[in-house]
């Protein structure tokens, strides 16, 4: 047999014997990715914190006719409102609010004015209507300080101070905005029962309107 053959057959015989012996190569999956999702927004308005703080002003239109007729200033209710999350959309809320008018006192026409404060606090619950706005009702006992100031003809002024408890009723439309901003339009009714001299007794509360702005945390 010449020699290049048998180098031939012996060169074919050794690469057939290193593939058959060869170890498979193994490769790795490609772990599957999870699918991405969008990153909140952080212009993203948020309504659900536990707790707020806001000013308020408001129209105060007293229930008595009587006040009504003495009194007609500008009936501009000013107060400060805070609220804490009890549970869920439950809260509790307290407030305090002044009102102060002037007027003449009905037949002589003298000048007379008032100062009505009021402290009170109770419960709401709201309602998430929107990512920006909030719907709440609530209810709570109120406790006010109320002083007249009467000035006569002989320039002389007498001075009388009442205090009684009553209940406030209220509702508040919420409007957010850059996250934990709020304005806050808001009716609440206030029923104060007013115990005077000689027996008399009328009632001194009302209902008052108004908006606030306000802050989360």
């Not at 058959?20 to 190569?25: L, N």
């Not at 007498?158 to 806050?184: E, I, M, P």
Request: hydrophobic share 35%; net charge positive; aromatic share 14%.
């Amino acid at each position: 047999m010449p020699l290049h053959k048998l180098f031939l057959i012996i060169f074919c015989t050794s690469s057939s014997l290193s593939l058959f012996s060869a170890e498979p190569v193994l490769t790795k999956p490609i772990p599957s990715q999870a699918p991405l999702t969008e990153a909140p927004k952080k212009s993203q308005i948020k309504n659900d914190f536990g707790n707020e703080t806001e000013l308020r002003v408001a129209y105060f239109r007293p229930t008595s006719p009587r006040l009504r007729s003495m009194y007609k200033g500008a009936r501009i209710d000013y107060g400060v409102e805070t609220a804490q999350r009890i549970v869920f959309r439950l809260f509790s809320w307290a407030n305090i609010s002044c009102y102060p008018d002037s007027g003449h006192t009905l037949g002589i026409r003298q000048h007379t004015s008032l100062l009505l404060t009021t402290v009170s606090a109770g419960l709401k619950y709201s309602f998430s209507l929107h990512a920006r706005w909030k719907f709440s009702l609530g209810i709570g006992p109120a406790y006010y300080f109320l002083q007249t100031h009467e000035k006569s003809l002989c320039s002389s002024k007498s001075h009388s101070s009442f205090h009684d408890w009553g209940v406030v009723a209220k509702s508040q439309l919420q409007w957010f905005f850059f996250r934990t901003n709020y304005v806050d339009l808001f009716a609440d009714y206030l029923f104060l029962p007013l115990h005077g001299p000689e027996d008399h007794v009328g009632e001194t509360g009302g209902i008052k309107a108004g908006i606030g702005i306000g802050k989360h945390f």
